[in-house]
C-alpha cells in the first residue's frame, strides 16, 4: 500500500489479516451496493433459512438477517477457522433475537449439511478460490430445497481495468497487463464469473439468469484496497516480471491522477440466480435424478439413498463389503507374512529395539547395533505401535517365535497402507473435481496398496516406518491445502519422527510455500515441523544422547560407499571419500536446487495444484540417486508420488484421445516399479554387498531418465494458468 494515507479513509490501510481484509471492504459504498443486490435476488421473506457459503467474518450473514425477521434464519459456512472464530466473536455483540444466527466450519465442495435444508444460498466471490466449482454447484443443488433460489457473484478478473496503466499513462498499460496477469495466474478461477450461467445449468438449475455489474471507483485507496494492486505490484516484482522502479513509478502516477481526477479502475462482478425445480416441471432424466437425490421424500418414492450424494452415508451393505475387504486385506498381509523369513531390518532394528522397551528402557532402544556397529537409524515413532504389539506378542508367547510375532506385526501394521491410499484417493477426489465411484475408486485404491513396492519395503526389507511416514506427507499437504499449515507441519514433523527422509518433502513444500507469497504459512510449517521433531527426540537425546546423536547422525559418515547410484562410480577414485562422508549433503542440496528450478519454470504451480506430487517425487528421487548405497525399497516413496501425480489427471473415457494419453501414463509408475525390480536384482547380484560399477552406472542412468519424464512433464508451462501438464504428456513427446 502507498506510504501517504487518505484520512478519510483509514480502513483502507493494508489490512495485516484476512479477517482484517474482509471487514475494510465490507465498509466500501460500492460494495455494499452490489451485496445489497445480492440480498433482494435472493428474495428473503420472513422465515426462510438461508445459508451464506464463504461467510468469512459473519459481516454479511448480519446484514442479511433482518430480512427474514421474524423466524428465519442464516447459516454461514466457511472453511478457514479463524474467520469462523471471529464470526462468532462478533456474533456476541448483534441482537438477533427474531432471526438465528449460526457459523460453521466447512468446505464448500462437501458442505457439512443433510440434503434439501435451505430455502436460498448466496455464494459470494468463493468459487474463484476452489478447485472444484462444479462439484461446490452439486453441493449447493444438494442442501437447496425444490423451488430453493441461489444466487452466486464472482469476478471476471481477465477484464480488470485500471488507469493509468504505467508511469507513462495514454495507451502504455505494460505495468497493469502485468499485474493483471498474476492475478489471472494465481487464482484457480479467476474467470469463473463467465462460467456461471454454463455450471448452473449442467447442474439442472431453472430459470439461470446472468448480467454483470462493474466494480468502480476513481479512488486509488478504494481501488487499492479491493483490486490489491499494491500486493500484486509487489508480487510481480518478486517474480521477476517487472523492475520494483517500474511498479513505483506506476503507483507514484495512480496517486497523482487521483488527485487530478484522472485515475478509474474497474473489475466486472458477474451475477448469476437460478431456481432449483420443483416436481411439477418437467424434467430430463439426470435432472430427474438430481431432484430425486436431493428431496427425502422422492428419494423414499423412488428406493434412492443419498449414497450417491454424499459419500458420508452408505447403505448397510457396502459397509458390510468394505469391512470383508478390509478383512482380506488383512488376511493378505497374514499370509505374506510366511514368505520371507530371512532376517530384515525388522529382525535386527526394530524388533531388538521393542525388546529394549519392553524391558523398561524405551528411552534408550537406540543402544542396539547391528553386526558391531550398524545402528537403528529410524525414528522413533513407529517404535510406539511396535512396542505394544511387542508386549502383546510376549503376552501370546508369540515373542521368539519367527512366524507368528512377523504375522501379528505385518497384520497389525497393514492398517497403515490402507490409511495411506485412503489419503492418495482423498487427493486423488479433490483434484478431479468429483469423488471416484464403484469399481474406479476400488482400483484406485489397489494402485496404492496393492502396489509391489509395498512388499517389497514392508515384507521384504522390514520397513514398516515407510508407509507411515509417506501416510502422514500425504495428510499434511491436504492440511496445507485447507490453509492450515501448524497442523501440516505437526504432521511433516511426525513424518520425520517416523524416518529421516521426510525432510525431503517438507524443504520443497515450505519452499512453494515461500515463493508463492505464502511466507507466513512457510514459516509456521517449518516451525511447526521442527519443533514436533525436536519435541519427539528430546527424551531420548537426555537420556541417551551419545547412542541417538550415532544413531541418527554420526554413524553415516563411517559407512563405506555401497554403490548403485551416482556414487557408486567414484568407488575406488580419489574422489570416494567425499562420497562417503557428505552424500546426505549431496542429497538435500540437489533436492532444493531442483524444485528451485522447478519454481522457477512453473509459477503457477501451487501447493493445491496437482504437480505438488510432481515435484515431491522429483525430490524423493534425489534420496536413491545420491546416497552412498542404494536398496531397493527406496522407490516405494517415488511410486507413491508418480502414481497420485498420474491419477489425479484422469480423462473421461468419452474423449478418447485424451483418455488413451492418460492411460498410455501408467508405465510411469509401472517403469517406478520395474526400476526397483532391477535393483533388487542388482543388490542380489552385488551379495548384499558393494555394487559393480556396471550396475551403479545402469541404475544411475536410469534414475535419471525418471528424473528427466517427470521434470519434463512437469517443467512444461500449461496452457491453461491452471492446469497442469501430465505425465503422460512426457511420455508420448506432446
Known amino acids: 500500500m502507498p506510504n501517504s ?50 461467510s468469512g467474518i459473519g459481516d454479511d450473514a448480519r446484514a442479511l438477517a433482518p430480512m ?61 478460490h476452489v478447485e472444484a466449482p462444479d462439484r461446490v454447484v452439486r453441493e449447493l443443488w444438494r442442501v437447496l430445497r425444490p423451488g430453493g433460489r441461489l444466487v452466486i457473484v464472482e469476478p471476471d478478473w481477465k477484464t480488470m481495468a485500471v488507469y493509468p496503466g504505467s508511469a507513462v499513462g495514454g495507451d502504455d498499460e505494460h505495468v497493469s497487463d502485468a499485474v493483471f496477469r498474476w492475478h489471472v495466474a494465481h487464482l484457480p478461477h479467476a474467470t469463473i464469473g463467465r462460467q456461471l450461467r454454463a ?19 476513481t479512488r486509488f485507496p478504494l481501488a487499492d484496497l479491493v483490486l490489491e494492486l499494491s500486493h500484486a505490484g509487489r508480487e510481480v516484482v518478486r517474480e521477476g516480471m517487472l523492475d520494483h522502479e517500474e511498479v513505483e513509478a506506476w503507483m507514484a502516477s495512480a496517486r497523482i491522477a487521483e488527485e487530478s481526477g484522472a485515475f478509474f479502475a474497474s473489475v466486472p462482478l458477474i451475477f448469476a440466480c437460478a431456481t432449483k425445480p420443483n416436481a411439477g416441471i418437467a424434467l430430463g432424466p439426470t435432472e430427474r435424478e438430481h431432484l430425486i437425490l436431493a428431496d427425502p421424500e422422492k428419494r423414499a418414492e423412488n428406493g434412492t439413498t443419498s449414497a450417491s450424494v454424499s459419500h458420508r452415508r452408505r447403505h448397510p451393505l457396502t459397509r458390510i463389503g468394505i469391512a470383508a475387504l478390509i478383512v482380506l486385506y488383512l488376511a493378505i498381509w497374514t499370509v505374506l507374512a510366511h514368505g520371507n523369513l530371512n532376517p530384515t531390518d525388522f529382525d535386527v532394528f ?86 471416484l465411484r464403484g469399481i474406479k475408486r476400488l482400483l484406485a ?25 509417506l501416510w502422514l506427507v500425504l495428510a499434511a499437504v491436504r492440511m496445507l491445502v485447507m490453509r492450515r499449515p ?84 567414484l568407488v575406488g577414485t580419489p574422489l570416494e571419500p567425499i562420497a562417503q562422508r557428505f552424500d546426505s549433503t549431496a542429497v538435500i542440496a540437489a533436492s532444493l536446487a ?13 501447493v493445491d495444484s496437482r504437480g505438488v506430487y510432481a515435484l515431491l517425487a522429483i525430490s524423493g528421487l534425489c534420496f536413491p540417486l545420491f546416497m552412498k548405497t542404494l536398496w531397493p525399497y527406496y522407490y516405494l516413496d517415488t511410486y507413491i508420488f508418480v502414481a497420485l501425480w498420474w491419477l489425479a489427471a484422469a480423462k473421461p473415457a468419452s474423449e478418447t484421445v485424451p483418455w488413451l494419453r492418460w492411460l498410455a501414463g501408467l508405465a510411469l509408475p509401472v517403469a517406478v516399479v520395474a526400476v526397483a525390480v532391477l535393483a533388487e536384482i542388482g543388490v542380489t547380484q552385488s551379495g548384499y554387498g558393494i555394487w559393480s560399477p556396471g550396475w551403479s552406472a545402469l541404475m544411475s542412468g536410469l ?18 494458468p491452471r492446469a497442469d501438464a501430465a505425465p503422460e504428456a512426457a511420455l508420448a513427446g506432446v
Open 486 to 569: 501448524t497442523r501440516a507441519g505437526a504432521l511433516l514433523g511426525l513424518a520425520l519422527l517416523s524416518r529421516s527422509v521426510a525432510l525431503l518433502y517438507l524443504l520443497p513444500l515450505a519452499l512453494l510455500l515461500f515463493f508463492r507469497g505464502r511466507r507466513r504459512d512457510g514459516a509456521i510449517l517449518t516451525t511447526a515441523a521442527l519443533a514436533v521433531t525436536a519435541l519427539g527426540l528430546l527424551p531420548f537425546l537426555l537420556a541417551d544422547r551419545q547412542d541417538v546423536i550415532y544413531s541418527l547422525l554420526t554413524f553415516r559418515g563411517l559407512l563405506i560407499v555401497g554403490g548403485g547410484g551416482v556414487w557408486g562410480l
Open 350 to 435: 526394530f524388533l531388538p529395539s521393542a525388546r529394549v522397551a519392553l524391558a523398561g528402557h524405551p528411552l534408550h532402544i537406540y543402544q542396539i547395533r547391528y553386526q558391531g556397529d550398524y545402528p537403528n537409524a529410524n525414528g522413533p515413532l513407529s517404535m510406539v505401535p511396535l512396542t505394544l504389539l511387542a508386549g502383546l506378542a510376549q503376552r501370546l508367547g508369540w515373542l521368539d517365535d519367527p512366524v507368528l510375532r512377523r504375522e501379528l506385526v505385518m497384520t497389525a501394521f497393514a492398517i497403515v497402507p490402507l490409511l495411506l491410499g485412503r489419503e492418495a484417493v482423498l487427493a486423488a477426489d479433490r483434484l478431479l473435481g468429483a469423488p
Open 199 to 217: 455450471l448452473l445449468t449442467d447442474a439442472g438449475f431453472k430459470e439461470v439468469e446472468t448480467f454483470p455489474m462493474a466494480y468502480a471507483t
Open 445 to 469: 485404491y489397489a494402485l496404492f496398496v496393492l502396489t509391489p513396492e509395498l512388499w517389497h519395503s514392508v515384507l521384504f526389507y522390514g520397513h514398516i516406518e515407510q508407509p507411515l511416514m
Open 68 to 128: 427474514l425477521a421474524p423466524g428465519g434464519a442464516v447459516v454461514g459456512v466457511d472453511a478457514n477457522p479463524t474467520h469462523v472464530s471471529a464470526a462468532r466473536a462478533r456474533q456476541a455483540e448483534y441482537d438477533g433475537s427474531n432471526v438465528s444466527i449460526t457459523f460453521e466450519e466447512g468446505d464448500a465442495e462437501g458442505l457439512p449439511f443433510p440434503d434439501s435444508q435451505f430455502h436460498a444460498v448466496r455464494v459470494d466471490r468463493v468459487l474463484q
Open 703 to 720: 534414475m535419471l531418465a525418471l528424473l528427466a519424464v517427470v521434470g519434463v512433464g512437469l517443467w512444461r508451462r500449461p496452457r491453461h
Open 594 to 606: 531442483l524444485t528451485a528450478l522447478t519454481l522457477l519454470a512453473r509459477r503457477d504451480l501451487r
Open 5 to 54: 494515507r487518505d484520512e478519510q479513509f483509514p480502513a483502507y490501510s493494508a489490512p495485516e489479516t484476512a479477517a482484517a481484509y474482509l471487514s475494510a471492504v465490507t465498509h466500501v459504498n460500492e460494495v455494499q451496493a452490489y451485496k445489497q443486490l445480492s440480498f433482494d435476488l435472493l428474495q428473503p421473506r420472513p422465515g426462510m433459512r438461508v445459508l451464506d457459503v464463504g
